[in-house]
């Protein structure tokens, strides 16, 4: 699992943008929304899932395992 921070995510329909445009790559589900930390979490390699971000104007960074 990948831990995405994504800190221009502010509301529900950024929430709705990102779980759209993360479903676009493959193997990403399943892919959990923290709207109130701005984190997002899924499967599949970091920089499709940036890359899948900032197609639609958000950028991301990984945040390192706990």
Do not use: W, Y
Not at 41 to 55: C, D, R, V, Y
């Amino acid at each position: 699992m990948i831990l995405l921070s994504v800190p221009d995510m502010s509301c529900g329909h950024c929430e709705a943008s990102v779980k759209s445009a993360l479903s676009t790559v493959t193997g990403a589900a399943p892919v959990t929304v923290n709207l109130a930390a701005r984190q997002v979490s899924a499967q599949g390699p970091a920089p499709a899932l940036i890359a899948a971000l900032a197609e639609i104007g958000f950028s991301a960074q990984v945040l390192p395992a706990k």
